[in-house]
């Protein structure tokens, strides 16, 4: 593989993931109601969250923000993608919970106003897949961080 096709890899992800993570940001932002319903139905478990449910709600859209514009600038790649990888694997974690629980919510919130996506099992089946993404972008960083390194080297 070409190093002028790792960076157009490399860029296609940062792009799908900086859009998936604005929509969502921007949407929670919008109305958070259904992602504060679900840290309401996770603190039935954890009765400390109810008292910070609209801050969470509302610092994990300015964090999404946050990684989406990071990502739509392209530094520092390593850390965003690790810190994308984290926050996707916690959201995961939290749905995951409510499935093994079988507990049934209608929406995820993921998206807040915008409303894409659906219950928490496609919600998985697409955490999955940007997990997928990360770790590709990972990959394939790594791939052509070692061969830039080569090269100056030389």
């Excluded at 995961?92 to 409303?115: N, P």
């Excluded at 791939?143 to 030389?154: A, D, I, L, S, V």
């Amino acid at each position: 593989m070409t190093t002028t096709t790792q960076h157009k890899i490399v860029l296609a992800i940062r792009i799908i993931l900086g859009a998936i993570f604005l929509l969502s940001g921007i949407g929670k932002l919008i109305d958070g109601s259904q992602a504060l319903y679900l840290v309401e139905l996770l603190a039935t478990k954890f009765y400390w969250l109810i008292e910070y449910g609209s801050v969470i709600v509302t610092g994990t859209s300015l964090l999404e923000l946050l990684l989406a514009g990071l990502l739509f600038w392209g530094r520092k790649l390593t850390a965003v993608l690790l810190a994308s990888f984290l926050l996707i694997i916690s959201f995961t974690g939290v749905l995951g919970y409510f499935y093994l629980q079988g507990m049934s919510v209608a929406s995820c919130g993921c998206f807040g106003a915008f409303s894409i996506g659906g219950g928490i099992v496609s919600t998985l089946i697409r955490n999955s897949i940007l997990l997928l993404l990360i770790i590709a972008g990972f990959t394939v960083k790594t791939m052509t961080g070692n061969g830039e390194q080569g090269k100056e080297k030389k």
